[in-house]
């Protein structure tokens, strides 16, 4: 018994300097996995899909899948995993970190880059490499998913406009028989420069800076 | 209250509560309109370039205002006591803090308001104390005679209250101009606004204490209440009017005309109610603004929105230039009692504690920020702690009999608003350059990011539950559920209390944009903005060469001719729809049911799906952006080819909106208006060419419903084509977003 805690602490310490969290971030959000995967080693999609919380949530499909996505794992590979264990959670919830008081300026791009490539992926489905027309489509019906039948009329209409308005910043002079392919990620940097995201996709407990982590638990 | 009602009646022969003689009403008529007629030349000083951009406007506005009491004293009249603090209270502050609170940036400064409350509370707290305390200290300490002796520790205290307070008017002149960034902008200005509960208690406790002389902990501690209770009580009674304002623009579909008068007329009432009963107006105000926005601009019409908008800047613009010249007629005309010693000691004061509050209290704060407050920015927020004609009115309004140091006070005050709005105002805008500071974004919204805020919105939602933790994004979407399924439906008219926010905004950019392409005259000219040839062609996924081209091939020539002639018909026709026929007034399309209308579209274009048998005209050579765009915001499907089911090729000219049965049933104002901005919004392909109208073959499985349609369709559209688009009557000098 004690040897395995020693070995978990490790496990943890190990993690904690990989991702940068703090002990105390790492043991809270181990204590989550084991709720959430009920005292498993790893956790499926059924077991995120049964948190209730979720179930308001319009792009709920594209989040579980987030987890799951093996590129968010920065290994290289591509495609869906069934599972995921701890390390994976961690590494998922490593893009959401704020910056620091202390990074520079290009770390705090670096960081930037991470997070829309985070959200790059979700949008990016198929793992073309580009966001083509019927995924951006695909993303703003989700989105407007729970507005019922209004929603789903405006979606193409505001999700050409959205493409058209990609194309024009980024390349802005197309002769009428060229074809945009879709959104690489050069251009969706380009188009989300203005919300910096480093500022923004962030989750206030996993501020690595902080010791106060008791605000509400659910479940 | 202290503002309206004040207490104790002063007994000198200058007290504006006297009765004035007519000469001396006289005298003050004159003078308010000679400076109405001062701030409506004043614009003028924009014209000498160099100066604005050196000097902010309020500066200038001071020393016109050092002139014109200079010129009247001169001239040997009594300078009337125009900066009467009824009159400031009542007539001058009211507009500009509701410009403020109406046009707040909720979000970032919700997103702020811990940070701004910490500042706004505690900040002032420390100030008035710092600043009080040892100015008593050094009272204390001055061997020499002077009556600083006799300065107790509560007039002190007082006195440090009101120097201490940062001013809203003084930070929106000046800040207005340096264009930082939203996050400092936010922070100095909700601090400035929000402090005015915390000057409103200090001055009444310190008044009330004064009096009695001693002070006790229980004191203390109901003066901690008594905050909680005018900071709150006036959020809560600005909010309450708010709604009621936003429940009663849900039922001026029929009255357009006065809905500008309710929003004015209930913050205001919102304003006087608070200082009725002594709680904290300026809240009120700001709240009731911020409340009623959303709902409000759901409900009212384009054209008073813009009227709202356009009288408050207005109101608000004169407003602070009348204080600003104001002050400095008081400064001339005021009895000053100078004290070198108190008067520079005030002011390095008021700079050290300043300093001291923001770097203390930024530290406790990072603490507990994601984003950090960097030193710049630290440096900033310390800089641009600004006094004001409000520290101002407050010493006016001191007894000066129990007060006798007053005069002392008031010149204390004035120095230290000079010294701040003169030096500091005008030194601010070259040390942000030199700082580096981030300015501004100019870049006005786009789809993109509307559309990845709200998902970001879902996806820290999601990701806060999934780590189980109630966390800020959860408790706003919470709100916002809220909002979106008992509040608005209560608070909008209409289906527009269903529309999600995503929708409302591409609409107000698609409305934009029309009104963009009518007014640069049908796409003769290329707008300033992104020039690009993108057109939707470009974007559409490609298709399989198009085997079902129901239009048999028809040689390129022949297509670049139809082409040809499509694009000049609706050249021909736009000019036609620019003349003006004053004795044809047509609805305003941009006016009532704008909303209603764009659904009705939508259903209209589902109605349109079942129809069959329709193709495309192939989509025009790509036209100047306005008309792609344009284009663009109907419906594009329009512009892919269907698949045929039967070889047999027939031609339709698509006229979007009349075919449903609902239009046909419905022959008012307000479809005709519908048709036509339809018309509008498509070009080449479809029915604007009076000449062009190509009829279907009927398409078998028809419409049969709708064959009665055409004929009186056709009708309509040839009378709508000779009535004058609302460019003729459009006198907006920019679209309503700007």
Known sequence: MGASQTRTEDVFQELSDKTGFSLEQIRILHKRF????????????ENLEKIQALDKNPIRNQIIEAFFDKRNQNDGEVGSSREIGFQQFVKVMCHFKPPTLKMTTEDKEA??????????????????????????????????????????????????????????INVPHMEPHEFYEGITFEHFEQILKGLEMESRMNIRFLDVDTSTMHCGKSQ | YIRLYPKRQRSEAENKDVPLSLSE??????????????????????????????????????????????????????????????????????????????????????????????FAVVGTLWNAFFVGGLLYAVCQMQSAPSDLLNLELLPCLLFG???????????????????????????????????????????????????VGTVTVVDAVLGVLCFLVVAVGGVLVGAIYGILAAFTSRFTSHTRVI????????????????????????????????VMRPYVEANISHKSHTTIKYFLKMWSSVSETLIFIFLGVATVDGDHSWNWTFVTVTVILCLVARIIGVVGLTFIINKFRIVKLTTKDQFIIAYGGLRGAIAFSLGYLLDNDRYPMRRMFLTAIITVVFFTVFVQGMTIKPLVELLAVKKKQEAKRSINEEIHTQFLDHLLTGIEDICGHYGHHHWKDKLNRFNKKYIKKCLIAGERSREPQLIAFYH???????????????????????????????????????????????????????????????????????????????????????????????????????????????????????????????????????????????????????????????????????????????????????????????????????????????????????????????????????
């Not at chain 2, 010129?71 to 900066?83: F, H, M, N, Q």
């Not at chain 2, 960034?181 to 310190?206: C, K, M, P, R």
Request: glycine share 6%; charged share 25%.
């Open chain 1, 34 to 45: 084991r709720q959430l995967s009920g005292e498993e080693d790893t956790i499926s999609k």
């Open chain 1, 111 to 168: 960081m930037r880059r991470e997070k829309l490539r985070f959200l790059f992926n979700m949008h990016d489905t198929d793992n073309d490499g580009t966001i083509t027309l019927d995924e951006y489509r695909k993303v703003v019906e989700e989105l407007l998913s729970k507005s019922g039948a209004i929603g789903l009329e405006a979606a193409k209409a505001i999700a050409d406009a959205a493409m058209l308005e990609v194309a024009s």
């Open chain 2, 25 to 118: 009403e006289l005298q003050k008529q004159v003078l308010h309109n000679e400076s109405s007629v001062l701030s409506s030349v004043f614009p003028g000083f924009h014209l000498i370039p160099r100066l604005s951009s050196i000097v902010p406007e309020s500066c200038l506005l001071i020393t016109v205002g050092l002139l014109v009491g200079g010129l009247i004293k001169l001239a040997g009249e009594k300078v009337p006591p125009v900066l009467d603090s009824k009159l400031f209270f009542l007539c001058l502050l009211p507009p500009i803090i509701l410009d403020a609170g109406y046009f707040l940036p909720i979000r970032p400064f919700m997103e702020n308001l811990g940070t701004i409350l910490m």
């Open chain 2, 161 to 211: 209250s009101v120097v201490s307070a940062v001013d809203p008017v003084a930070v929106l002149a000046v800040f207005e101009e340096i264009h930082i960034n939203e996050l400092l902008h936010i922070l100095v200005f909700g601090e400035s606004l929000l402090n005015d509960a915390v000057t409103v208690v200090l001055y009444h406790l310190f008044d009330e204490y004064s009096s």
């Open chain 2, 259 to 290: 809905e500008p008068l309710f929003v004015f007329v209930y913050s205001y009432m919102a304003y006087l109610s608070a200082e009725m009963f002594h709680l904290s107006g300026i809240m009120a105000l700001i709240a009731c603004g911020a």
């Open chain 2, 508 to 738: 107000k950019m698609e409305m934009k944009q029309a009104i963009e392409l009518v007014e640069s005259g049908g796409g003769v000219k290329l707008p300033p903005s992104v020039p690009s040839t993108v057109s939707m062609q470009n974007i559409q996924p490609k298709k399989p060469p198009p085997v079902e081209r129901a239009l048999p091939q028809i040689p390129k020539g022949r297509e670049d001719e139809i082409r040809k002639i499509l694009r000049g018909n609706l050249q021909k026709t736009r000019q036609r729809l620019r003349s003006y026929n004053r004795h044809t007034l047509v609805a305003d399309p941009f006016e009532d049911g704008w909303s209603d209308l764009l659904l009705k579209k939508s259903k209209m274009i589902e109605l349109e799906k079942k129809m069959n048998n329709y193709l495309t005209v192939p989509a025009a050579p790509p036209d100047s952006p306005t008309i792609t765009r344009a284009r663009l915001s109907s419906d594009p499907q329009t512009y892919q080819m269907k698949q045929m089911s039967d070889s047999v090729p027939t031609i339709q000219v698509d006229l979007a909106s009349p075919q449903s049965p609902d239009s046909l049933s419905l022959l008012d104002e307000l479809q005709r208006a519908d048709q036509r901005r339809e018309l509008r919004r498509r070009p080449p392909p479809d029915e604007e060419e009076g000449g062009l109208m190509m009829r279907p073959p009927q398409a078998r499985g028809g419409d049969q419903g709708e064959e009665g349609g055409p004929s009186a369709k056709e009708q309509r559209l040839q009378r709508c084509l000779s009535d004058p688009g609302p460019s003729a009557e459009d006198d907006e000098d920019e679209p309503f977003l700007s």
